[in-house]
C-alpha cells in the first residue's frame, strides 16, 4: 500500500524526488525549530519579564521564521540553478535578525527581559545563516553571517550581565552559525550531486541507445555497401554482355539475383540481432549498466544442473533481447533500487526468463508502456519494444508478460525449447 495524500505522493515519486524532499523537509525544520525554541525560551523567562517586551519579541520571531523558511527555499533553488538570487528575502531576513538581536539586548539592558533571554540572541543570530549559505556565494555568505554573530556580540555588550553569560552568548551564535550553515551548504551540494547523477544516467542511457544504432548502422553499410557495389558491376557486365553472348548475361543476372536474396537475408539477420546478441553478453551487460546507474543487480540460475548454455541459440538469442529492451525500460523508466533477473529450465521443456524491479511510479505509465502502444522506448536494432518482443516469442511459440505487482514492475518471458534447436 502506498499511502494516501502527500505520504502517498512521496512514496510514489521518483528516487531523485523523494531525496530532494527529504532535504527541503530537513532546511524546513530548521527554520521551524528556531521558532520553537525562541518561543520556548520566552516562555520559560515569561513570569521575570514585560508582556511589552516579550510580545514583541515573539511577533518579529514569528516573522523572521516565515521569512527564513522562504528565503530556505528559494535559496535552494537559487543554490541548484532554478531560480534568480533571491536579494530582497536576504535583506528582509537580515533586518529582522539584527532587529530581534537588537530589541532583545535593549529589553535585556532594561530590565523587560529576564537574564536568560540572552539565548534568543544567540539563537537569532546562529539560525539565520542557515539560508544565508544557500542564497549567497560561498565567500560572501561567510562574511555575512561573520557579520550576524558579530551583530550578537555587540547585543550581549549592550544586554550587560556577567562576562561568562556574554562570552557564552557569542560562542553559542557562533556555534549554531558553523552547524547550520555547514549542514545547509552541504545539503544543497548533495542535492546538485543527485542532480547530475541523475543527469548522467539519462546520457549513459541515450549513449547506449545511440551506440546500438551506430552497431546496426554499420552492419546495414557493410552489408549493402559491399553487395550492392557487385550488383551494380555485375548488372552493367550482364548489359554490355547482352547483346553479344545472351547466355553468360543471363548467368551475371543470376548470380545478381542470388547476391540480392544473400543481402535480403543478411539484413534480416541484422534487423533481428541474431548476429551478435548473446544471452550471456546481455546478462553481464545489463548488470554492469544497471549498477553503473546505482541500481543493484542479481543474476540468478534457478536450475543450478541447466544453465543457460544448455539452451537452443535462436532461444538465447531471444531471451537476449529481452534483456536488453528490459534493461533499457528499467533506466528509462523505472526508478529502481534492484533489479533481479532469473533464468530458467521447467521440466515441461519451457526456457523462462524472469525480470523484477522495484521501480514502479506511483500514478504512471509502467515501464515499457508509455507511450499507449506497447512498444516502450527501447531502441535496439529495428527498434524493438515490448510489441517487438512480443512477436520475437510468438514467432519461436512463446509469450511475453508485462505487469505490475504492488511495487514491482514483472517481466517474463516463455520460450518452448522444443522446435527451436537450430540444426
Request: with cysteine; net charge positive; glycine share 12%.
Amino acid at each position: 500500500m502506498r499511502g494516501f495524500g502527500w505520504l502517498g505522493r512521496l512514496r510514489g515519486a521518483s528516487q531523485q524526488r523523494r531525496i530532494h524532499q527529504y532535504f527541503r523537509y530537513s532546511l524546513d525544520a530548521i527554520c521551524v525549530t528556531e521558532l520553537v525554541v525562541i518561543l520556548a525560551v520566552v516562555g520559560v523567562t515569561a513570569e521575570d519579564s514585560s508582556a511589552f517586551a516579550f510580545i514583541p519579541i515573539t511577533v518579529v520571531a514569528l516573522a523572521k521564521a516565515v521569512v527564513a523558511l522562504r528565503l530556505t527555499r528559494a535559496g535552494l533553488a537559487h543554490y541548484l540553478g532554478a531560480a534568480e538570487r533571491p536579494d530582497r528575502l536576504l535583506t528582509v531576513l537580515c533586518a529582522l535578525t539584527l532587529a530581534t538581536v537588537a530589541g532583545t539586548a535593549v529589553a535585556i539592558a532594561t530590565g523587560a527581559l529576564s537574564p536568560g533571554s540572552h539565548l534568543i540572541i544567540s539563537y537569532a543570530a546562529g539560525y539565520a545563516c542557515s539560508p544565508v549559505l544557500l542564497a549567497l556565494p560561498l565567500r560572501q555568505a561567510i562574511g555575512l553571517s561573520g557579520g550576524l554573530v558579530a551583530s550578537a556580540a555587540v547585543a550581549t555588550l549592550i544586554a550587560g550581565g556577567r562576562g561568562g553569560l556574554q562570552l557564552g552568548t557569542v560562542v553559542a551564535a557562533a556555534l549554531i552559525a558553523v552547524l547550520l550553515g555547514f549542514t545547509a551548504r552541504t545539503s544543497a551540494w548533495m542535492l546538485r550531486v543527485v542532480d547530475r547523477l541523475d543527469s548522467a544516467r539519462e546520457t549513459e542511457t541515450r549513449l547506449a541507445v545511440a551506440e546500438e544504432r551506430l552497431r546496426f548502422g554499420r552492419d546495414l553499410h557493410d552489408i549493402l555497401g559491399r553487395n550492392l557495389s557487385v550488383i551494380a558491376l555485375k548488372s552493367e557486365l550482364a548489359a554490355q554482355l547482352a547483346q553479344r553472348d545472351v547466355t553468360a548475361a543471363t548467368a551475371q543476372m543470376t548470380e545478381v539475383q542470388e547476391i540480392a536474396r544473400d543481402s535480403q537475408r543478411e539484413i534480416r539477420e541484422v534487423v533481428r540481432g541474431y548476429r551478435e546478441v548473446d544471452l550471456h553478453a546481455e546478462l553481464a551487460g545489463a548488470r554492469g549498466v544497471l549498477e553503473a546507474a546505482g541500481i543493484r543487480c542479481r543474476i540468478e540460475h534457478m536450475n543450478a544442473s541447466e544453465d543457460s548454455g544448455a539452451l537452443p541459440a535462436r532461444v538465447q538469442s531471444t531471451l537476449g533481447w529481452v534483456v536488453r529492451e528490459g534493461t533499457t525500460n528499467v533506466l528509462r523508466h523505472a526508478d529502481a533500487t534492484q533489479c533481479t533477473v532469473r533464468v530458467r529450465r521447467t521440466a515441461r521443456g519451457e526456457a523462462i526468463l524472469d525480470m523484477v524491479n522495484d521501480g514502479v511510479r506511483g500514478g504512471r505509465s509502467a515501464p515499457g508502456e508509455g507511450d499507449g502502444d506497447g512498444r516502450g522506448d527501447g531502441d535496439g536494432a529495428g527498434g524493438t519494444g515490448l510489441a517487438g518482443l512480443r512477436e520475437r516469442l510468438a514467432a519461436l511459440g512463446g509469450s511475453l508478460t508485462a505487469r505490475a505487482e504492488d511495487d514491482t514492475w514483472r517481466l517474463v518471458a516463455r520460450v518452448p525449447m522444443k522446435g527451436t534447436a537450430e540444426s
